[in-house]
């Protein structure tokens, strides 16, 4: 077995207070976020997204963030692949956000939407050319021969659209995580560490704020 008891880190950077905090979570999720932001990380739009599939076993993987704003959080993906299944059979995720500069996570959790196809659109199209093609070329989480296929579908389909606008595929477009629950964790001295917990019932309701044992 290998041990790693002994790797052992003190939290001391910050504290989270329930007095200061915003009142709404989304206003203090903007807050840490652009403080994540600011400390200029290698990618700061990284969240892990878990789903679950129809035998209730939970799936993760990153995925990037693209916006948020008072109603949630967005980002694209590939309907078809796993997490595209499993959102269509329950439309429920679970994101997380670890800073470990900050020694800060959030956690979400919310209902899933898809996103209108003109916003897909609109996206998509942002994207570099390469990316775009890499969409079409790309059956996501299906099963491949090799990466060779997936290379001569690329170039196939460079041919096949140069020149020309590349069309949004059916498949592929945007999810919006609608939250009702975030918490947000500032690692503490001692392992006392800050928890705070938001929650709402509906999606017009206010904010209940409480306080966790760490
Ligand atoms: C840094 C990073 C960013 C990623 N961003 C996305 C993304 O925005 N959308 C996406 O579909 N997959 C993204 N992926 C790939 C996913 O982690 C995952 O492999 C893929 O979406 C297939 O997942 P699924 O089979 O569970 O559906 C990213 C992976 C990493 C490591």
């Known amino acids: 077995m290998i ?3 002994d790797i052992r880190k003190q939290y001391t950077q910050g504290r989270l207070d329930e007095t200061t905090a915003a009142d709404n979570a989304m206003t203090q999720f903007h807050a840490w976020f652009e403080a994540y932001r600011a400390s200029e990380p290698l990618e700061p739009t990284i969240m892990t997204l878990a789903t679950v599939d129809e035998h209730a076993q939970p799936w993760q993987r990153v995925v990037l963030l693209k916006a948020y704003d008072g109603d949630g959080f967005i980002f694209f993906t590939n309907y078809d692949s796993h997490k595209g299944q499993h959102l269509a059979h329950t439309p429920k995720a679970s994101l997380h956000f670890f800073w470990i500069e900050q020694e800060r996570q959030v956690h979400v959790q919310g209902t899933v939407e898809k ?7 609109a996206y998509f199209h942002s994207r570099p050319r390469e990316s775009q093609l890499g969409a079409w070329a790309s059956q996501q989480s299906r099963p491949l021969r090799d990466r060779a296929e997936l290379e001569a579908r690329f170039y196939e389909l460079t041919e096949q659209f140069a020149d020309q606008e590349i ?3 059916d498949y592929w477009g945007g999810y919006r995580v609608r939250p009702n629950r975030l918490e947000f964790w500032q690692g503490g001295e001692h392992r006392l560490h800050d928890r ?4 709402r019932e509906g999606q017009d309701d206010a904010w209940r704020k409480q306080r966790l044992n760490p």
């Open 3 to 5: 041990d790693l008891g």
């Open 115 to 121: 996103l209108d196809r003109s916003a897909a659109e």
């Open 167 to 169: 069309p949004l595929p």
């Open 196 to 199: 705070l917990e938001y929650v």
